[in-house]
């Protein structure tokens, strides 16, 4: 059980890195500095929570393979 729960999240885990501009390539694009910058950072890791939850969801994961997966995943988002 806990190998296929490693292999479960080693598969998200390439799936994660195969998203679309992380967050700060999003911001640095557009040009945002200070007050703007900062509000389209938290918009958008708080969207990319959601999408990550949604995502672990979909897979089934629970417990601590949804934990890291769901952090795993919106580190990548967020550029961090």
Not at 2 to 15: D, N
Not at 62 to 71: D, I, L, P, V, Y
Request: net charge positive; proline share 0%; aromatic share 4%.
């Amino acid at each position: 059980m806990k190998r296929l729960l490693l292999t479960a999240f080693a598969l998200c885990c390439m799936a994660g890195a195969a998203q679309a501009q992380s967050c700060n390539l999003q911001a640095s694009d557009k040009k945002l500095a200070g007050a703007a910058k900062t509000s389209f950072l938290t918009k958008c890791e708080k969207d990319a929570g959601s999408a990550c939850d949604k995502q672990a969801a979909d897979r089934k994961l629970a417990g601590a393979a949804k934990n890291s997966f769901t952090k795993k995943c919106v580190s990548d988002a967020v550029g961090g």
